[in-house]
């Protein structure tokens, strides 16, 4: 196998060692193999790269982008829409009743409910979304050429399908259980705003819209 790649590279150098001197065929022979040694080199390298930005990128435990890599995406899109003036939303999802989840079930059931609610998120949203976890049971979504009426649709759907979720303890599985539930704020990006004004935005547009769903179960019951 060695021979082999050693005889390629010397076609590839178009070398004649047929007539060459033993010592110097010899010798080009030993540097074709030290090439061929630092190439296999350089691709391990590359490969533990490529692994290493990925875990760099990667949530710790949902299968999507951290916080920061989410802010690093944001920027992009926020640049290509400068470019091309195409539309740009952001939804900033925020769970309503997680925290009794960890309190009462424990963080396994909560690290359970989290990986749940990102198999949402990822399935209603399409390839071409950005979608990460930004600390505790907060995720953020931007839609790319997107009006702001399609993703307040998208967020409205997204919060009927976690509102949906119930946590029953596994030794009641006929208990009422708890009830999770999802705030989603849904905004527009405004030419020349930068990404984190942007995402402060949509974080408050989440909170006007979480007390709103408060006052309606208030108000019904």
């Known amino acids: 196998m060695q021979a082999d790649r050693r005889r390629a590279l010397i076609d590839v150098l178009g070398l004649d ?10 010798a080009i022979e030993a540097l074709c193999d030290e090439v061929i040694a630092l190439r296999d080199q350089l691709g391990e390298t590359r490969s533990s790269l490529s692994e290493a930005e990925l875990l760099a990128d990667n949530d710790a435990l949902c299968p999507m982008f951290n916080r920061r890599a989410f ?10 829409a400068t470019r091309f003036r195409t539309p740009l939303c952001l939804i900033f999802v925020d769970l309503d009743n997680f925290k009794p989840v960890n309190d ?20 209603l949203t399409r390839d071409t979304d950005i ?3 930004l600390g505790g049971d907060e995720f953020g979504i931007v ?15 997204l919060s ?16 009422a259980g708890l009830r999770i539930g999802a705030s989603c704020g849904v905004v527009a990006w405004q030419p020349g705003e930068d990404a984190q004004h942007l995402i402060a935005r949509a974080d408050q547009a989440m909170f006007a819209q979480k007390s ?3 006052a309606g179960r208030s108000a019904r019951g």
């Not at 001197?21 to 010899?26: C, G, K, S, T």
């Not at 802010?71 to 290509?80: M, Q």
């Open 71 to 80: 802010e690093r995406e944001v920027r992009r899109e926020i640049a290509l």
């Open 104 to 123: 009462l079930y424990g963080h396994a059931t909560g690290d359970a409910v989290l990986l749940k609610v990102s198999d949402i998120l990822l399935s």
């Open 212 to 214: 709103h769903r408060k």
């Open 143 to 157: 839609l790319s050429q997107a009006s702001l009426q399609d993703s307040e649709r998208k967020g409205a759907q």
């Open 17 to 26: 060692l047929a007539g060459l001197d033993r010592h110097v065929r010899a």
């Open 160 to 175: 009927e399908r976690i509102d949906a979720l119930t946590v029953r303890l596994p030794d009641d599985p006929a208990g």
């Open 131 to 133: 979608v990460g976890r």
